[in-house]
């Protein structure tokens, strides 16, 4: 478990947290001079604030740090052989922030992981099952002898690296809030923060309630879930879950929960739930946004020397062709497409790109982020709703056209604790307000909103302040009529964008800036999606062999970058 040390609860402030309550004799507060706690002694431990020291940044399973930068929306597609500028090749200067980023395709197996999970913990409720289930039906069509995949794409072994597709927007979404739960409740058992997976599956979690006894209490009754954990909600605490020192007399709060035996010392203080503080919690994963997705496929970095872009691309590799140019691979096709009307794969003897349909997720060269098939295989969907004046419109740093603003229900405001479903996730319902509400604001909201919910009218809604919209989809959208002259329109809120062109598509569609739209509940067999993650902290990866200013290290807090 990080390393911690202790303050004083009068040193519980943020601007002490910001800054570090950094000293220059490293026991005490140079904002305010109380000594720090001492851990080791338990020494004045009670009421006392700890505080992450070490705090090592990492990508979560699966992921891949993209450093973010300066990125010109659109301008490969301008570059693009044959290809005249038209509405859709937009083009505009952006920043994106550094984020994280799937190396690969989300495969079958990673699918079947998932429907596992869901029929070992709800055996019985073949509805959430169904509703995972992928739409192998995409195979179907009415000239082609498709039926075998429509059977084998997704279960047998032959196919279980390759992409899976016939997965909607929404699918694809709670798939990254599925992965998030698991990946974060690993973390924490594989740490012994909540009941190691062995004296988890003998039925009973690690500590219990009884800060006398430390009996175990029952093995908890819905899946973990993150955000409910963060609020309190997950009563499972290990042998490693970190110490309560918000407490004057070492006993247990209502929601701490001790479990050690009171044998003195570090002990005999009650255990909490680890908290975003504690650093040990990965952000969510999610779809990525449209402009993180161009950049982190265009893999810019490989070409630039001091913020100078010596070679512009118009794939995720170098070059105006499609094949590669490099001694040992030469004439090799670089990416699963179709490389002409009725050739899929090319002629026997010599296939061009080894694929008929999708291939493994892992094939080919990666691209200078490390990232697989960021061309051809599968298109991929990203978080954005589709709009053609969407670069335009949007703001010049971390763009995104989508915002649907969402609060977790409260079930009670006086403790905080929030509504959740059958499943053990969060009730979410539209945000109320575009600033933090008064405590007063607070009470008489949710008073409203339980009536609102108790009543019949089916146009009941909570009372939002004069202007104020969660749904913002369609903000600055000057028109609807995107389409065509006549006006006639298929684009709605619920127009998601897909990039990257798939193994039935020509070449244009391989540039990364290239953009097409489909119903967030349809699905296709030329559409997958890999997962992104919002990296925190300072943009820059690696220090290694740069430049820094010389600045005197903060204690106790500090952040540990990768080199």
């Known amino acids: 478990m990080k390393k911690l040390i202790l303050y004083s609860f009068t040193c519980l402030s943020l601007a002490a947290l910001l800054t570090g309550c950094s000293s220059k004799g490293g026991n005490s507060s140079s904002k305010t001079g109380i000594p720090y706690a001492d851990r080791k002694s338990n020494k004045n431990a009670s009421g006392a604030f700890a505080v992450a020291t070490q705090y090592k940044r990492a990508p979560g399973p699966g992921l891949i740090p993209i450093e973010g930068g300066v ?12 290809v005249e500028p038209n509405i859709y090749n937009y083009k ?8 994280y980023m799937d190396e690969t395709e989300v ?11 869901i029929r070992y913990n709800y055996p019985e409720d073949r509805e959430f099952y169904y509703n995972e289930l992928p739409d192998t039906l995409v195979w179907r069509s009415a000239l082609s002898y498709n039926e075998p995949y429509v059977d084998n794409y997704l279960r047998h072994p032959a196919y279980r690296d390759y992409p899976v597709v016939g997965v909607s927007w929404e699918q694809a979404s709670r798939y990254c809030e599925w992965r998030t739960s698991r990946a974060n409740e690993f973390i924490l058992r594989e740490k012994g923060i909540l009941t190691d997976y062995k004296t988890l599956s003998a039925g009973t979690s690690g500590r219990g309630n009884n800060s006398t006894t430390g009996a175990a209490t029952p093995k908890p009754t819905n899946p973990f879930n993150t955000d409910a954990y963060l609020n309190g909600q997950y009563d499972d605490k290990g042998k490693n879950a970190p110490v309560d020192y918000n407490t004057k007399t070492g006993a247990a709060t209502a929601t701490a929960g001790a479990a050690a035996p009171a044998t003195g010392g570090r002990n005999a203080q009650p255990r909490r739930t680890a908290t975003l ?28 020397e001091y913020e100078n872009i010596n070679q512009n691309k118009i794939y995720p590799w170098n070059g105006l062709g499609v094949s590669s140019a490099k001694k040992k691979t030469r004439g090799m096709i670089q990416a699963n497409f179709k490389r002409a009307p009725g050739d899929y794969m090319g002629v026997g003897g010599s296939l061009n790109d080894k694929g008929d349909l999708t291939v493994p997720v892992i094939q080919y060269t990666p691209n200078d982020f490390g990232l697989y098939n960021m061309a051809g295989n599968v298109n991929e969907w990203v978080n954005d709703v589709f709009r053609t004046g969407t670069f335009t419109d949007a703001d010049a740093f971390n763009p995104y056209r989508g915002n649907y603003f969402t609060n977790k229900k409260l079930e009670d405001t006086q403790s905080g604790k929030i509504a959740l479903d059958k499943y053990g996730n969060p009730i979410k319902e539209n945000a109320y307000s575009g600033r933090k509400q008064t ?13 609102i919910s108790k009543s019949t009218d089916p146009q009941a809604t909570a009372f939002a302040p004069a202007g104020y919209q969660a749904d ?8 609807n009529t995107l389409l065509n002259e006549e006006g006639v329109t298929l684009v709605n809120d619920k ?44 943009p820059e990866i690696s220090t290694a062999g740069k430049r820094q200013f010389k600045n005197p290290p903060q204690k106790p807090y500090r952040v540990t970058r990768g080199k």
């Open 439 to 451: 405590w007063a604001e607070k009470q008489a909201q949710a008073k409203r909103t339980d009536s």
């Open 277 to 304: 503080e504690d650093g040990v919690i990965m952000q969510p994963y999610r779809l990525p946004t449209e402009a993180e997705w161009e950049y982190a496929a265009l893999g810019l970095i490989g070409n630039t």
């Open 107 to 117: 495969s079958n197996t990673d699918w079947l992981e998932y429907l596992h999970w």
């Open 71 to 82: 990125l010109v929306v659109g301008g490969s597609a301008i570059e693009v052989p044959g």
């Open 472 to 479: 913002q989809r369609g903000y600055r959208d000057k028109q």
């Open 92 to 99: 505009r200067q952006v920043t994106v922030p550094s984020f």
């Open 495 to 538: 127009s998601r964008v897909y990039k990257g062109g798939s193994w039935n598509d020509m070449a244009y569609w391989l540039n990364p800036a290239t953009r097409r739209f489909m119903q967030q509940d349809e699905s296709s067999s030329e559409v997958g999606f890999r997962c992104a993650m919002t990296m925190l902290g300072a």
